[in-house]
């Protein structure tokens, strides 16, 4: 991470113990065991501003982070300068895992917003797995979940119509805030511009613009000056013809 995104890694503001993710009710608790081992994994935490990129794809990183609060997004660029949004990433996220198993990324995290991370020495992993299996089958939870959100995501891109798509992204991540609390009051308001959309869903702006303008119309979301916003969460699962992600409590490294 270069110097410019990174503001440091500082003293604890938030023990893991007074973590403030572990009372939601979407993260399942922990033991008294695996609690203090996360504690002594936990490095500190580190800032990040709005803009800045969190990992690089190709960087080898000696760290991997979860996500205390904030939004970010994962993507991979083409030679030219074109690029694929992955992912989003927002608080109880694992980020780095990825290049802590395979000695590098394989695609770059920017940040979507302000965002705090707690920071993990990436060789603790090894005693993880040695000593801790219910963490360890965590780790391999939360990468499982990974690959069916992408699973979710790919079959949206090949098979959804441009509108169905849209409804669906927007759901997809409305959902997912929801389960962490992000969404305060509703409605649930995603900061993310059209030009995130197109580059998730492999659309022109312009078609983006079209395709938004549609949901807009319909009364689903409101796009304002600090992203979209969910005015209709059900009407934009319908619409993409998807019933959510229905997840029961998950981990929390």
């Not at 990436?122 to 979940?145: F, K």
């Not at 993310?192 to 312009?206: E, F, M, N, P, R």
């Amino acid at each position: 991470m270069s110097s410019q995104s990174a503001r440091s890694i500082a003293s604890r503001q938030y023990p893991c113990e007074k973590c403030p993710l572990r009372p939601l009710p979407a993260f399942r608790e922990f033991d008294k065991q695996e609690l203090s081992f996360i504690s002594t994994f936990k490095r500190g935490e580190l800032a990040v501003d709005k803009g800045a990129t969190v990992l690089v794809e190709g960087s080898h990183s000696a760290h991997l982070y979860t996500v205390l609060s904030g939004w970010a997004f994962r993507y991979k660029l083409l030679p030219d300068g074109r690029r694929q949004i992955l992912n989003y990433s927002m608080p109880g996220d694992l980020i780095g895992l990825q290049g802590s198993l395979m000695g590098e990324m394989q695609h770059s995290v920017e940040a979507l917003s302000p965002m705090l991370l707690c920071v993990f020495e990436r060789e603790q992993l090894h005693e993880l797995y040695r000593n801790y299996p219910g963490l360890a089958y965590d780790i391999t939870w939360i990468a499982s979940r990974e690959e069916r959100m992408l699973d979710e995501n790919l079959l949206s891109i090949g098979r959804r119509t441009a509108l169905e798509r849209a409804a669906y992204l927007i759901a997809f991540i409305a959902s997912r805030a929801r389960g962490v609390g992000l969404n305060g009051k509703t409605p649930v308001r995603i900061p993310i511009t059209q030009q995130h959309i197109a580059d998730t869903l492999g659309l022109s702006l312009v078609h983006t613009n079209k395709t938004i303008r549609k949901l807009m119309d319909r009364k689903l979301v409101m796009w304002r000056d600090g992203g979209c916003e969910v005015i209709d969460y059900d009407g934009l699962k319908k619409l993409a013809r998807w019933e959510g992600l229905g997840e029961e409590r998950r981990p929390l490294i």
